[in-house]
T-cell receptor, first 110, second 115 residues
Framework: GQQLNQSPQSMFIQEGEDVSMNCTSS?????WLWYKQDPGEGPVLLIA?????ELTSNGRLTAQFGITRKDSFLNISASIPSDVGIYFC??????????FGPGTRLSVLP | GAVVSQHPSWVICKSGTSVKIECRSL??????MFWYRQFPKQSLMLMAT?????????EQGVEKDKFLINHASLTLSTLTVTSAHPEDSSFYIC???????????FGPGTRLTVT
């Protein structure tokens, strides 16, 4: 079946630093979603991407739909303590359910 | 907008009993709802998809007789874990989307502990 990989698995950064993470797929997707999950909570939708090459921002977050349609990227600028959490990517193709990646665990050091 | 609630947020039950978890879309009509299970430090595992008024579609390996899903209205879906056992202990999360949308909005999750 379809699988997603997320890189890095975890990262520790200093407050104020920029963060980059990515998500790769073995197959082509036509929609990518990025979610953030805090401990003990449900995932919260951050950004949705619908077209190859699309670049979308949500505050300090920017995500891109890779032109190969097999990857997506999420960047966080000027990280703050509340950015701590697990970031999941999810991709789907027409008529299919979303597949979720294993997540990138972000820790922000003050 | 796009708020999904779950009830209860946590539940402890004895082995052999059944537990019902509710998922509600508060400000939109959820034509499709999804139930996920999440183990500690792992990703979301889709259990089943339900469309309002239809029988749920279960993912391979998920026992439909053990995890009963009902989506009787456009704002409510329920997951009943029947004859629960300790191995059913997990974090159960629902999500919902409206007709024509791609995005899914998640509830806050329900932590089930079976003793």
């Amino acid at each position: 079946g379809q699988q997603l990989n997320q890189s890095p698995q975890s990262m520790f950064i200093q407050e104020g630093e920029d963060v980059s993470m990515n998500c790769t797929s073995s197959s082509i997707f036509n929609t990518w979603l990025w979610y953030k999950q805090d401990p003990g909570e449900g995932p919260v939708l951050l950004i949705a991407l619908y077209k190859a090459g699309e670049l979308t921002s949500n505050g300090r977050l920017t995500a891109q739909f890779g032109i190969t349609r097999k990857d997506s990227f999420l960047n966080i600028s000027a990280s703050i303590p509340s950015d701590v959490g697990i970031y999941f990517c999810a991709g789907r193709n027409y008529g299919q359910n979303f597949v979720f990646g294993p997540g990138t665990r972000l820790s922000v050091l003050p | 907008g796009a708020v999904v609630s779950q009830h209860p947020s946590w539940v402890i039950c004895k082995s052999g009993t059944s537990v019902k978890i509710e998922c509600r879309s508060l400000d939109f009509q959820a034509t499709t709802m999804f139930w996920y299970r999440q183990f500690p430090k792992q990703s979301l595992m889709l259990m089943a998809t339900s469309n309002e008024g239809s029988k749920a579609t279960y993912e391979q390996g998920v026992e439909k007789d053990k995890f009963l899903i009902n989506h009787a209205s456009l704002t409510l879906s329920t997951l009943t874990v029947t004859s629960a056992h300790p191995e059913d202990s997990s974090f159960y999360i629902c999500s919902a989307r409206w007709q024509g949308a791609y995005e899914q909005y998640f509830g806050p999750g329900t932590r089930l502990t079976v003793t």
